[in-house]
């Protein structure tokens, strides 16, 4: 049998805390799947990074198999130990005919940046998860690139419960804000017409201003670039700097289009080097090498 | 050199004070909750307000390579709406163990009103529950008797003077408050506060022991730059390095960090990309650079170009 995420957490954390802070930890959660009220929940958030530390969740690769199969898409590398504790703590918490989105909305409002951070990295773990959709969407107009990172990156719930109006946002605030595109669960699967064309509006908008555009632009555009405008903006990417090379090479062997396999061929070094499998989007390098 | 400057109303100072603050030396700032230049009406403001404190400004300051810590608690003046005091109340136990919250402030009397009296009682009531230090506003005018006061409601309330920053202290309050055992805190503020001349000829009569210097720079007229350059005055006029560290650095990092909340670890060690709180580092640290005092937004005003 599959375990539950919260059973591969409680083990997580037991194994990590010093043993006086899981027995802490345990009989709280024990108190807020009982009686214990709203009040109780907020000090036990708050108390939980001073008793159990606030170290890197030690993970194996089996961890992370677990959690996969547990729940698909998820991936806690990067989880912190005081974090899944607060997650713990969330999901054991029961409030009397309460919405659990309520809860989740009061303590959004009260939270500190490495709270919040917790909150969201639990979101595809939470009950009724679906109600959490606009609370997600709020955590994304953070301007912490940290909490927002916490939503949109190694997290399912955008790929199950977004959109396509806020998951292209998403997308495009990453961006924004500097953050890779890879780690989004649900790139590709996702990939969609829209955002096809809002990528390539972005890249026109860097290239009046003279700005760089960053490679895994690119790979939002790739499947669905079949006619002669976006082909353009493909051949003129590949005309760039190296880093620019490589993610318009990438996104012509992902698109559908004849005339694609021809602009590629102008580059036989890089699709040699894709068809080698040493070019791919997860290995892309962003930094130009040094002059 | 290394500051910390434990008195800083960041929420009101823009990017360039930040970086002139690193490019000084301050390696860590404490913002205390406090009135904002005109009252809050409604309990959702100060929710509101604390969540910036406790999390955006936090941020903004990694930017910059700061390390930011905050003080929460129901300011004097605003202790006077009872309704909002109420609900103040209530709330502030939801913000005292966030992270870096260092203590219960900036709490005391503004005209030594009754509700006033009442509610800096209650949240001394309330570092004493949670086990964290307190940060004492001492009023402005009627300073004297209202200094006196604040410690004799700490004492009375049991709390040990080690675990109390009373500031804006001038030549008239420093005696005592040393002498009774709390930590005594000097704003270095234009005009108002202290000027750092004078803070100079304190640290020479009375030595650094449990002495702090701070700006309280907010939205008034106010330097950000308090604590280095009045290091670089004692320094010049003969006060002994090791007393300016204490005044200027360590006394803030001992007082504060009874908290368990704040620790020299915090920016001498910080992890190389703290991905969970995204605090850049020190490069004034790292880059080994000699720290420097210039006006804030002096390298912005020397460039034509913006990029």
Redesign the interface.
Known sequence: MRARPVDLLRGWVQLQAAPEAWTWLEERLDALAGEAGE?DL??VL??I??RLA?DDLELQPDDLAAAQAASDGWNPS?W?LD?AARVLALLAFRSEGRPFAQTFKQLR?????????ALYRGLPLYPERESLEAEAGEGLRS????VF?AIAHHNPFPRDVFDDHRWNHMVLKALFVGSRLDPIVGLDQRANAELARIMRDYAHERWAAGRPVTPELWRCVGPFAVDGEALADLARALDGPPVEREGAALALAASPAPEARRLLHQAPDLEAAIAAGDLRWDRLSLQEPAA | MMFIDPHAHMISRTTDDYEAMAAAGVVAVIEPAFWVGQPRTYVGTYIDYLASIVGWERFRAGQFGIRHYCTVGLNSKEANDEELAEGVMEILPRFALKEGVVAIGEIGYDEQTKLEDKYFRLQLELAKELDLPVMVHTPHRDKKRGTTRSMDVCEEHGIDPSKVVIDHNNEETVGEVLQRGFWAGFSIYPSTKMGNARMVEILKRYGAERIIVDSACDWGISDSLGVPKTAKLALERGVPEEAVHRACYLNALTAYGQSGQMQEADWLNPPAVDQRTLFEGNSILRGGREPRIEVPGEQRRRSLTIE
Not at chain 1, 109 to 117: M, Q, S
Not at chain 1, 143 to 146: G, P
Request: no cysteine; proline share 4%; charged share 35%.
């Open positions: 009040r907020y000090i708050g108390l990074p001073r606030k990067g912190s974090g409002r009260t939270a500190d940046a490495r709270e919040l951070i301007n912490m690139r940290a990172e």
